[in-house]
């Protein structure tokens, strides 16, 4: 049997975006909450302080 | 309400946007690297094939990991369809195109010689693996010499790790591997081509080795 050098030898090479397309929707659905988090809390401050 | 509503939009657009960004970031910088790779191939300091007196076929050198050693064309994926074939196939070596799995033949060599790509992502050379009939050609060239390979089994799904797919073989077999499904990598689409014909071009053998 071949070791083909990914994974320990025992799963053929991983070659879809499965693994890292769900990894990066997390992390972006994250930094996408903080940056909308982040523009409410401003819009909510900025009327106080204007008024 | 309907602020909670425009946040929702707005939250899952940015996410939508940052993961297609992020997917024609990659595609981007595969592209470059392959234009950068077939540059390669074209120095004098490219692997070159092995011929031997008691070998009837030119045998394909291997390089060192992550460089590239020869290009691959299939036709059925497209007229102008041409990767450059790096060595490895772990996730930095296929992010710059197909990878030849360390430890099987080289092409003309006899047994299994073995290559993967990405089916979707970092440019999508097998996305349409699934289209592979057999007869189909399978080109790898090396400096002067064309392996052509033709499909003998038509692609079929296996496992993750049904590792004995790279098994050596009889005859001179060249086995082509990417993830199923297109957007994922649950399981694996298996092809087999065997050796058909060796062509070596003169024109090349005879060009002046460009300096690198």
Redesign the interface.
Known sequence: MYNNGAAGGGTLAVTGMGASIWFDAMWMFLAGFAILAALMAVGRIMPRRHG | MVRRFV?VV??LG??AG??AL??GYDDWRTDRTQEGLQQELSLGTAPRPVVRKDVPVPVASRSAYKKPFAELRIPRFGEDWEWAVVE????PA?ELGP?H????PMPGEEGNA?I??????HGDP?IDFDLLRRGDPVEITQGDTTWVYRIVREPWM?A????????PLPGRKLTL??????????K?LIAVAELDDVRVDDRVSAAPVASP
């Open positions: 946040a707005v939250l940015l996410v940052g993961v992020r997917l490895g196939t772990d996730a296929l990878g799995y360390p430890g099987t073995a993967a790509a990405h089916r979707a992502g097998f296996v993750a790790d049904a590792h004995h797919v790279l098994d591997t990417t993830c199923w499904p297109k957007y994922g990598s649950s694996r």
